[in-house]
């Protein structure tokens, strides 16, 4: 998502007033070129940058993204790989095609997907203001009878992620209820080759925010706005630190 010289950049100016472009370059030793290009990098993340050519650079405004930023580049999360769309396809189908062509685990966010994937192949509404990510693993050694744990993973992890909002979660069956009603989903796919697993994805879609009337929502169910980022960032947080704990998942 954000390079080792990116998240310095960020993290220089989260630090300070106002920093010179020739500043960043020395100490990052890049050209001043390669500088512009992370500010603007930054700049498309939702970040508010304001620049001057006498006083450089100055950080003005967070993302709404931030918090999944700081979780997500944390070098002990589960992915080697991280990829964010402001609109793609299907984050679910991003994810199988990377593993079919590379080794290792990726995770795939999206503010936004155009052809969304549910259950059995249906359509899945996805418009902004949701939460929308797959993560795929090629397990080390890891067996079918295992997948149901990964799944109860994401579960438990999107439900202590609301529980900090006090808002409580139910399950039914891969379904993602608010009293009773349903406001999001979990879509799980395994390729195997005998009793083993080659790949496992796991796709979680929920509506947070207002939505058109033919889904449920959180705000439309609670009335509450929540920062859905900042869940995100719970979520992939809580569900990498369990992940650790599947034998076979990692080398």
């Given amino acids: 998502m954000l390079n080792e010289n990116e998240l310095s950049v960020l993290y220089t100016l989260e630090d300070n007033d106002w920093v010179s472009g020739e500043v960043l370059a020395g100490h990052l030793k890049i ?3 390669a500088v512009w290009k992370y500010i603007k990098k930054l700049e498309n993340l939702g970040y508010g940058i304001d620049s001057t050519r006498k006083k450089g650079y100055k950080l003005v405004k967070l993302s709404e993204m931030h918090p999944v930023v700081k979780i997500l580049n944390n070098k002990s999360l589960c992915y080697d790989k991280i990829i ?3 609109v793609t396809n299907s984050t679910q189908q991003e994810v199988i095609k990377h593993l079919f062509n590379e080794k290792g685990n990726i995770l795939v966010f999206a503010d936004r997907q155009t052809s969304g994937r549910g259950h059995e192949d249906s359509d899945w509404l996805s ?13 080390f050694r890891l067996f079918l009878s295992d997948l149901n744990k990964m799944v109860n993973i994401f579960k438990y992890a999107v439900k202590d992620a ?3 909002n006090h808002i409580d ?12 009603r349903k406001i999001g989903g979990i879509l799980e796919e395994r390729f195997s080759e005998g009793d083993r697993s080659k790949f496992i994805v796991i796709g979680v879609g929920i509506y947070v925010t207002k939505c058109p009337s ?10 509450k706005s929540l920062d859905r980022w900042q869940i995100l960032a719970d979520s992939l947080k809580i569900s990498c630190e369990n992940l650790k704990l599947v034998r076979g998942l990692f080398k």
């Fill in 127 to 139: 418009p902004e203001g949701g939460i929308y990510f797959s993560a795929g693993f090629s397990p």
């Fill in 169 to 180: 979660i139910d399950f039914l069956g891969n379904d993602i209820l608010i009293n009773n």
């Fill in 84 to 86: 964010y769309h402001k």
């Fill in 31 to 33: 050209s001043r070129t």
């Fill in 214 to 223: 033919t889904v449920e929502s959180v705000y439309s169910v609670t009335g």
């Fill in 162 to 164: 609301f529980n900090n």
